[in-house]
Nanobody, 118 residues
């Protein structure tokens, strides 16, 4: 059973940048499609970035052009580079395989908090 640990969140001003990391317990990123999700208080968890096992990427319109998902297979880590941050990006950010997010909806890590505020 693979597990993920998210890190890198923090408090930044609008227009600032953060890089989130998702460390996996095994070498899986060339096998599974990965996603970054976020959830703001009182709102649903939304998928914002996808990294397919073959390397293609996809982004929600709300973050397209500002966020970049990438991976380092040697370090078993997926990243989310977030630039030009906006207050609306404030949320807890989670990583997960797309398959597990769909089939095991109760199995998530603790995530990492991103707060964008002036």
């Amino acid at each position: 059973q693979v597990h993920f640990v998210e890190s890198g969140g923090g408090l930044v001003q609008p227009g600032g940048s953060l890089r989130l990391s998702c460390a996996a317990s095994g070498s899986i990123f060339d096998i599974y499609d990965m996603g970054w999700y976020r959830q703001a208080p009182g709102k649903q968890r939304d998928l914002v970035a996808v990294l397919r096992s073959r390397g293609s990427t996809h982004y929600d319109e709300s973050v397209k052009g500002r966020f970049t998902i990438s991976r380092d297979n040697g370090k078993n880590t997926v990243y989310l580079q977030m630039n030009s941050l906006e207050p609306e990006d404030t949320a807890v950010y989670y990583c997960n395989t797309l398959a597990r997010a769909t089939t095991l909806p109760d199995q998530w890590g603790k995530g990492t908090q991103v707060t964008v505020s002036s």
